[in-house]
């Protein structure tokens, strides 16, 4: 079994900051990506940010600026650093891994049960 251990959401004030935190555990042998997603009630789930194994981190356009995604390899553990919050970030993060338990040739695809971030105007 592999894991995903969340933490970190919460209630902000527009401008304020949240610093979200993944941790994967379990039968996990190595990660390719691990992203944050997020989705409001009624709308798509859509990627926030990714970061590779090798360091390559992508972001989606209307984060970028604010948000920081960073990892720590050794501890199997991605963080999002959100910055200057606007009420339009508001929705469920979801954690998502990309990688091979032990004894696997492909990936498999893992998420978090969701946090939620509300951000008030």
């Known amino acids: 079994q592999v894991q995903l251990a969340e933490s970190g959401g919460g209630l902000v004030q527009a401008g304020g900051s949240l610093r979200l935190a993944c941790v994967a555990s379990?039968?996990?042998?190595?990660?390719?990506?691990m992203a944050w997603y997020r989705q409001a009630p009624g709308k798509q789930r859509d990627l926030v940010a990714g970061i590779t194994s090798g360091g390559i981190t992508n972001y989606a356009d209307s984060v970028k600026g604010r948000f920081t995604i960073s990892r720590d390899t050794a501890k199997n553990t991605v963080y999002l650093q959100m910055n200057s919050l606007i009420p339009e970030d508001t929705a469920v993060y979801y954690c998502?891994?990309?990688?091979?338990?032990?004894?696997?040739?492909?990936?498999?695809?893992?998420w978090g049960q969701g946090t939620q971030v509300t951000v008030s105007s």
């Open positions: 379990g039968s996990i042998f190595s990660i390719n990506t």
């Open positions: 998502n891994v990309k990688g091979r338990r032990w004894g696997d040739l492909l990936s498999d695809n893992y």
